[in-house]
């Protein structure tokens, strides 16, 4: 993380927290923890290709089906992602 360029805005019903990325690292971030304390973390995924793919394969095929069905699985892209909404494309 890049520590000046990182900040903290508290309100009365809401908080933001903005984080930066060092210079030397590169490359979109899987996910992220957060709680009250490092005992009781909870853990989130940020939307990207892979984990909206890993997340559709756990509910659309669990670990008993076979390759075939791993096969014809739909194809799901994401094109685009905003502060309001989501879109991907399944083939």
Do not use: M, Y
């Amino acid at each position: 993380l890049a520590s000046p360029e990182s900040s903290v805005s508290v309100a009365a019903h809401n908080a933001a927290v903005e984080l930066a990325k060092a210079p030397c690292s590169t490359g979109p971030w899987e996910k992220f923890c957060f709680g009250l304390d490092a005992s009781a973390l909870q853990e989130r995924l940020f939307v990207s290709e892979e984990n909206v793919d890993g997340f559709l394969g756990t509910v659309l095929c669990p670990s008993f089906c076979s390759q075939s069905a791993l096969e014809s699985q739909p194809l799901i892209e994401v094109l685009d992602v905003t502060e309001d909404r989501i879109q991907i494309r399944l083939k």
